[in-house]
């Protein structure tokens, strides 16, 4: 008898929340998003819309590591063979782990949105300042699909790779390459203007998106989302398992 696929999404959530490696991951990114939060709203102006955008800055690199994790943490520890074992048909394994990083993702960008009105609030009261309390709806919108993209392309990259060390030093060390690709030559600058993530999910965060800034989104996303997932797919139905 077959195992429903929400049944496996059941499985996949409750292993990712359940282990030491999601709670951690769940709580670091929490703390360190509102420690950055806070001190851009201390330091910089207490406005809602800037305290949540400047999350940014720790979810960039931890929501990727925790999409990551919750693929390859089963490898690291070789209870892969006991899933697969419960579900022979290992695409639908790989389809039930991306949603656990989804619904954290969703559940964190929930929180801090929460909590960036009590910052903003907290702060102003202490510095003795006006809040400023506009929330642009589309930018906000857009600061969640990007997180969302950011994760899914942590999944496809530990899909991929199957090792959380090398996938991790990867996402770490790629703003700065892209960084470096586009300052090389007009060449590279318009290369990161359709592969970068980080450049090509910008307008997203404006809340400004063009159709041309969409089509550079969904040609980054084919790039780094849903080609490395198919590969890394293909990879690991091959995988012999031990």
Known sequence: MSIPFHRLIDVETRKFFDTLVGQ???????????????GFAWFMEPTVQGVIMI??????????AMGILAVTSEWSHGTVSTTFALEPRRVRVIAAKL?????????????LVG??????????????VAADWTLD???TAGWFVVNVILVLSGVALGTLILNAP?????VATSAMAWSLIAVSSTTGAAIAAWLDIGT???????????????ERIMVSIAVWVLLPLILGAVRVVRREVR
């Open 24 to 38: 951690v991951l769940t709580v670091v990114t929490l703390v360190l998003a509102i420690g950055i939060m806070t």
């Open 55 to 64: 999350s940014g800055a720790v979810l960039s690199i931890l929501l990727p």
């Open 99 to 111: 949603f656990p990083p989804v619904i954290a993702t969703a559940l964190t960008c929930a929180v």
């Open 115 to 128: 909590v960036a009105f009590v910052i903003t609030g907290a702060v102003a009261a202490g510095r003795g």
């Open 137 to 139: 709806p589309a930018a």
């Open 166 to 170: 090398a996938a991790i030093i990867i």
């Open 200 to 214: 090509t999910t910008t307008p997203l965060l404006d809340g400004r998106a063009t159709a041309d800034d969409l």
